[in-house]
């Protein structure tokens, strides 16, 4: 069974910069999109940023500039370059791959925190 495996949560100080990967541990075929989801204490999941097959990228409002989403297609790896990160960042953020022969697969999640 295939798993995504996220990396590069942390705590950072406000300014601050992360990068997080997804890498899933084995092929998935018919990937539409890949993303990221942010869950916050207290609030429903939202997507952050998400990434079509076709390169096409999509950002929350809150993150436009700041946030840059990238893939490596051959490696099924998906990147959140994370910059000028605020408080209001934090959260769990989980990976989500979108198969259309399978379905969703998710990661676990890998906490950020931005401390003030």
């Known amino acids: 069974q295939v798993q995504l495996v996220e990396s590069g949560g942390g705590l950072v100080q406000a300014g601050g910069s992360l990068r997080l990967s997804c890498a899933a541990s084995g092929a998935i075929f018919g990937i539409n999109a890949m993303g990221w989801y942010r869950q916050a204490p207290g609030k429903q999941r939202e997507l952050v940023a998400s990434i079509t097959s076709g390169g096409s990228t999509n950002y929350k409002d809150s993150v436009k500039g700041r946030f840059t989403i990238s893939r490596d297609n051959a490696k099924n790896t998906v990147y959140l370059q994370m910059n000028s990160l605020k408080p209001e960042d934090t959260g769990v953020y989980v990976c989500?791959?979108?198969?259309?022969?399978?379905?969703?697969?998710w990661g676990q999640g890998t906490q950020v925190t931005v401390s003030s």
């Open positions: 989500n791959i979108q198969s259309s022969v399978r379905g969703n697969y």
